[in-house]
C-alpha cells in the first residue's frame, strides 16, 4: 500500500477534482479515503469518520453493505455490462418492474442513464420532442426556477442555472424562462420575515405570469420538489407544489420533477412529489437508486407521452438518445439489492422517525448566535450560518465560514461539506440515531466557536 504521502503527490499531480478551487487544494493535505464500512469511511492513515455528507447525498445504507455487495458479485458472475441499443437485459428489466411498483402510479416507462444531470437531460429532451411529435413544435421553452441545480451538462445548467458555477458558459445555455423560487427566509429584501403562504402565492403568481404569456411556447416547467438542495436545502411553503402542477395542467405544459436529490426515501417519502399527492409527466431520479453504490439514472414518463414516440421509422419519431452505459447490469443489480433492504428495513418510515428525532437535536443548535436558519426535510437538513442573525446578514464569502467550519469538523471524526456558508446534512439513511447525535454535537461545537 503506498503511503499517504505518495498518493496525495500523484493526486496534486494528476487529478483535477470536480466542483474544487484547485489551487487551494494544492495546497492542503487532502483525506485520502481507502475503504468504508457502514457509516464511516476509513482513510489513508486508518482514521475513521462519519459519512454525514452520504458520499454526496447518494449513500443509503452504508458503505459495504453485504447484501449489495453480493448482487454486485452474483451479477459480475454472469456479465458486467451489455449495451440497451439493439438488446435486452436481465437486470435492468427486473428493475424497471420494481420501480414502477413504487414510482407515482402516472409513470410507466423508464428510460435508464447514469447521472442526475443526464436523467434531467433526458428530460428535456423528452418533453420537447413530446410536442413536436404531437405536431407543436414551437413548445419547446422550458420555465425553471431561481436558484434550481439540475446538473453540469449543457442542457442542465440552462433550466439550473447557478451563476457562481455557470457564468462561464451562459453565452452556451438556451433561453429558460424563470420563476422565483420560493424561498421564505430571504424572500423579503430587507431582511424582514415573511409569511410562507404569502410567498407561495406570489412565486405561483409570478409562475403565472410567465405561462399567461410564453405557455404557447413552453414545453415543461422543471422543479426540484419539495426541496431546492444544492441552493442551500430550500424547503417550497406547503402547496408551492401541487400550485405548480396546476399551473402546468391549466396552460397544457409538462412538469418534470427532478427527484435526484429528493427521491428514495431522503425526504421521509419514496419520493417527495408525493407529499404533495403530485403526479410528474417526467421524473428524474439518480444518486440514491443504487443505494450509492454505482452510476445509476433514470428519467421516467407518463404513457401519454412514451405514446407519442410510436410510428414508423421514416415519420421521426424516434427517441434518438442514449449512452454506452445506459442500464448497466451491475448497477441495476445494485438497486435491486437496494430496494429489497428498503422493504426488509421498512426505511422509509424509518427516515421519519429518525428525523423527528434529528429535529429534536438540532433544536440544540438553533439558539446559536451564527445560526440563521435551521432547513430539515427528512435527513436533509442545511443550516444557514450568518454574521448577524437579527439581520440576516450573511458572512463576507471570503471568510469562507462554512467550509472552515466543516474543516473543523472533521477532528470529530466527521464529514459534512457546506453549500456557501450553509451546512449540510446528509447522513445515510440507515445511519443509527447514535451516529447522528454524533455529528450533531460536532457541528454545534464547531459553530459555537466562531
Ligand atoms: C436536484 C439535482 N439534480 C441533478 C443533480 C446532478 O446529479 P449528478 O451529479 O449525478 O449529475 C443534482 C446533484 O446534486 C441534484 O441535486
Request: glycine letters at 8%.
Amino acid at each position: 500500500m503506498p503511503t499517504t504521502q505518495t498518493l496525495r503527490d500523484l493526486d496534486k499531480k494528476y487529478l483535477w477534482h470536480p466542483f474544487t478551487h484547485m489551487q487551494q487544494w494544492l495546497a492542503d493535505d487532502p483525506l485520502v479515503i481507502i475503504a468504508g464500512d457502514g457509516m464511516e469511511l476509513i482513510d489513508s492513515d486508518g482514521q475513521r469518520y462519519l459519512d454525514g455528507v452520504s458520499s454526496l447525498w447518494c449513500n443509503v445504507h452504508g458503505h459495504r453493505v453485504a447484501e449489495i455487495d453480493q448482487a454486485i458479485r452474483d451479477q459480475l458472475d454472469k456479465i458486467a455490462h451489455s449495451t440497451m441499443l439493439g438488446l435486452a437485459s436481465q437486470p435492468a428489466i427486473e428493475l424497471a418492474a420494481r420501480l414502477m411498483s413504487i414510482v407515482p402510479n402516472n409513470l410507466s416507462r423508464i428510460f435508464y442513464s447514469d447521472a442526475g444531470a443526464t436523467a434531467a437531460e433526458i428530460a428535456f429532451k423528452l418533453a420537447v420532442q413530446y410536442w413536436h411529435n404531437r405536431g407543436r413544435g414551437e413548445k419547446n421553452q422550458f420555465i425553471g426556477l431561481t436558484e434550481a441545480y439540475h446538473g453540469d451538462t449543457t442542457g442542465s445548467m440552462s433550466v439550473g442555472r447557478t451563476t457562481a458555477f455557470h457564468r462561464p458558459y451562459f453565452p452556451l445555455l438556451f433561453q429558460v424562462h424563470f420563476a422565483p423560487t420560493p424561498f421564505v427566509y430571504r424572500f423579503n429584501g430587507d431582511g424582514s420575515a415573511a409569511d410562507a403562504q404569502q410567498v407561495r402565492d406570489a412565486c405561483l403568481n409570478q409562475m403565472r405570469q410567465i405561462l399567461q404569456q410564453h405557455h404557447q411556447n413552453i414545453a415543461a416547467v422543471c422543479v426540484e420538489p419539495i426541496v431546492q438542495g444544492a441552493a442551500g436545502m430550500i424547503i417550497q411553503p406547503t402547496g408551492y407544489l401541487a400550485g405548480v402542477r396546476a399551473l402546468c395542467d391549466e396552460y397544457d405544459v409538462l412538469l418534470i420533477c427532478d427527484e435526484v436529490a429528493t427521491g428514495f426515501g431522503r425526504t421521509g417519502r419514496m419520493f417527495a412529489c408525493e407529499h404533495e399527492q403530485v403526479q410528474p409527466d417526467l421524473m428524474c431520479v439518480a444518486k440514491g437508486i443504487t443505494g450509492g453504490y454505482l452510476p445509476l439514472a433514470a428519467t421516467f414518463a407518463t404513457d401519454e407521452i412514451f405514446q407519442t414516440f410510436l410510428g414508423q421509422p421514416e415519420e421521426g419519431r424516434t427517441f434518438y438518445h442514449g449512452h454506452t452505459y445506459t442500464g448497466n447490469p451491475l448497477a441495476c443489480a445494485a438497486a435491486l439489492a437496494s430496494l429489497d433492504l428498503f422493504a426488509k428495513h421498512d426505511l422509509v418510515n424509518q427516515v421519519q422517525h429518525k428525523a423527528s428525532i434529528l429535529t429534536k437535536m438540532l433544536q440544540e443548535i438553533s439558539p446559536l448566535q451564527p445560526v440563521g436558519e435551521i432547513r430539515q426535510k427528512g435527513l436533509m437538513v442545511g443550516i444557514e450560518l450568518v454574521a448577524d442573525r437579527a439581520a440576516k446578514k450573511p458572512f463576507d464569502p471570503r471568510q469562507r465560514v462554512g467550509a472552515q467550519v466543516c474543516t473543523a469538523i472533521r477532528r470529530h471524526g466527521v464529514i459534512i461539506r457546506p453549500l456557501g456558508d450553509t451546512l449540510v446534512l446528509m447522513p445515510p439513511l440507515a445511519m443509527p440515531i447514535d451516529d447522528l447525535q454524533r455529528i450533531v454535537d460536532a457541528v454545534k461545537l464547531e459553530i459555537s466557536r466562531l
